[in-house]
């Protein structure tokens, strides 16, 4: 199994957060990972991105210049990432801030995901980088969901129980939508 991912938005969406969850989910399946975050200069507002490769082989380089899924949650990331998806690849879009006569990427599936209006949906609207990782589980099943769960709950550091039991929410919300469209 190999796959590789680029996460991309604007610095406070939670591209880090996500991307960081992923590897360490992918870490508890026993799997060789690569995370690595690119930040932009600004403190919030900036752009920011992160790569991981998730693999049951050694991982040559965490570089990846066309990879098979990219969630993009702002218009300049849809840009910069959207055209780079693999053919068959998979992009994943943030629909509540994007609109889908503005994404001119051809080949991939492209998912358009109104993230923030899901995340209301699950109880919080800041939620919406959840959201994306829950559509990721829900389309590819890199990892299972249950195993992104115990990550969750391990990387966040977190005993509050309504703050684990809002993010896992939006998850389960996200992975039920990546699975349905809906």
Do not use: W
């Amino acid at each position: 199994m190999y796959f590789d991912l680029i996460i991309a938005g604007f610095g406070g969406q939670g591209v880090m957060f996500i991307g960081n969850l992923l590897a360490h989910a992918a870490m508890l399946e026993d799997r060789k990972v690569t995370y690595m975050p690119v930040y932009g200069v600004e403190m919030r507002g900036g752009t920011a991105n992160c790569t991981i490769v998730v693999s049951d082989e050694d991982i040559g380089s965490p570089n990846i210049t066309n990879p098979i899924v990219s969630i993009v949650m702002n218009k300049p990331s849809l840009v910069k990432f959207g055209p780079r998806v693999k053919e068959d690849g998979l992009l994943l879009v943030n629909s509540s801030l994007i609109k889908p006569d503005e994404v001119e990427v051809k080949g991939p599936e492209i998912m358009m995901v109104p993230s923030i209006e899901l995340a209301a949906e699950a109880g919080n609207d800041r939620l919406a980088n959840m959201i994306f990782l829950g559509v990721l589980l829900g389309k590819t099943e890199v990892v299972s969901l249950e195993t992104l769960k115990q990550a969750l709950i391990e990387t966040s550091g977190s005993t509050n129980e309504e703050l684990l039991a809002i993010n896992t929410r939006a998850i389960e919300r996200g992975a039920a939508f990546g699975r349905t469209g809906s």
